[in-house]
């Protein structure tokens, strides 16, 4: 319809056609979801920012804000469950159809979230512990529901250290691939280390300067080390094994080999190595060469007489011979 001066009016079908669109419950629920969502969303990336600026705890910062971002997951579900709840007869043959290909399409999908139940339910490991998972070693720094993020160790770094690298290794790889967990019931490792001792070094002095300084070195972790691993004997069918350190002694064609063996913190086996090698090298150097360490220098004891005898009659009878033969020719 046209008014004078050329404007355009619509009437009443404008604001008709879009409370029909209200009415619609198919947008109405749309739109709740929507707009539920990106409320949700917003709030719980501000409670998370609150959170990591207020708790100084990092224990205690991760795992509130975790529980808020699983919190937000939870009230949009129920809002999605709710809003389809009416719904849902007039869309089964829809999601019978479309089930097989979506289950094929995100198969590994389906199985990084069981994977993550797998996790949460099956005490496989936690946040913190160190775990060697997809053959990846590192401390688990977060559980999501597809992937486990990793602070990788080793690699080009030697020994059990960060080298700087976040991995995010899927969930599915729990039911792939055995999971190591060395921070798990017994946060516990055996270590040993080998010391190459000379023939004819005082063998009982080289024992007992391992046992006081594996005493005086680890002999802290020994007392927690027992506790937990009777825990785990009562729970597992596991032998009572030895956690005190312990020395043995074999012989070989070189030398005599000592080795010591003892539990350490899964996070200190470095420190602890290099602690018992300072004072057991120190400890030798003051036993005056009773105990004198091996290696595999080659030395020449002694060298043997050589006997050098020239037959000149011989040598001149030869020379001679052959220069008559050079003119006769």
């Known amino acids: 319809m046209l008014r004078p001066g050329g404007l355009i009016i619509l009437g009443q079908k404008m604001p008709q056609e879009a409370i029909q669109l209200l009415n619609d419950p198919i947008a109405k629920s749309t739109a709740i979801v929507a707009v539920t969502a990106i409320v949700t969303v917003g709030l719980?990336?501000?409670?998370r920012s609150i959170i990591r600026k207020n708790v100084s705890d990092g224990d205690l910062r991760?795992?509130?804000?975790?529980?808020?971002?699983?919190?937000?997951?939870?009230?949009?579900?129920?809002?999605?469950?709710?809003?389809?709840?009416?719904?849902?007869t007039s869309l089964t043959v829809a999601i019978g159809a479309a089930s097989a290909g979506i289950a094929f399409a995100l198969q590994e999908v389906i199985v990084s979230f069981a994977g993550w139940l797998a996790v949460a339910f099956g005490a496989f490991f936690k946040?913190?512990?160190?775990?060697?998972?997809?053959?990846?070693?590192?401390?688990?720094?977060?559980?999501?529901?597809?992937?486990?993020?990793?602070?990788?160790?080793?690699?080009?770094?030697?020994?059990?250290?960060?080298?700087?690298?976040?991995?995010?290794?899927?969930?599915?790889f729990v039911f792939k691939e055995p999971v190591f967990n060395y921070s798990g019931e017994f946060p516990f490792l055996w270590d040993e280390i080998t010391i190459p001792v000379r023939y004819e070094s005082d063998y009982?002095?080289?024992?007992?300067?391992?046992?006081?300084?594996?005493?005086?070195?680890?002999?802290?972790y020994t007392q927690s080390a027992k506790s937990r691993w009777q825990e785990l004997v009562r729970s597992?069918?596991?032998?009572?094994?030895?956690?005190?350190?312990?020395?043995?002694?074999?012989a070989n064609d070189n030398w005599?080999?000592?080795?010591?063996?003892?539990?350490?913190d899964y996070r200190k086996r470095r420190s602890t190595k290099d602690?018992?090698?300072t004072r057991i090298l120190e400890a030798i150097e003051n036993t005056e060469g009773r105990v004198r360490l091996a290696s595999a220098t080659l030395a020449l004891v002694e060298a043997p007489t050589l006997g050098v005898r020239i037959h000149g009659a011989e040598l001149n009878s030869r020379s001679s011979s052959n220069g008559d033969s050079a003119a006769t020719g």
Request: net charge neutral; charged share 25%; glycine share 10%.
């Open 204 to 220: 009982a002095e080289a024992r007992r300067i391992l046992d006081e300084i594996a005493a005086a070195v680890v002999g802290d």
């Open 236 to 250: 597992y069918r596991i032998e009572d094994a030895r956690v005190d350190p312990q020395v043995t002694l074999i």
């Open 44 to 47: 719980v990336r501000l409670a």
């Open 275 to 277: 602690a018992l090698f």
């Open 127 to 172: 946040v913190g512990d160190r775990v060697q998972l997809g053959g990846i070693r590192g401390d688990v720094i977060d559980i999501g529901f597809l992937r486990t993020t990793l602070m990788e160790c080793g690699s080009w770094v030697n020994a059990d250290l960060y080298n700087g690298r976040i991995v995010r290794v899927a969930n599915s």
């Open 256 to 264: 005599v080999e000592f080795t010591l063996r003892y539990v350490v």
């Open 62 to 88: 991760y795992r509130t804000a975790k529980f808020v971002g699983m919190f937000g997951y939870f009230v949009m579900f129920v809002v999605i469950v709710t809003e389809l709840s009416g719904r849902i």
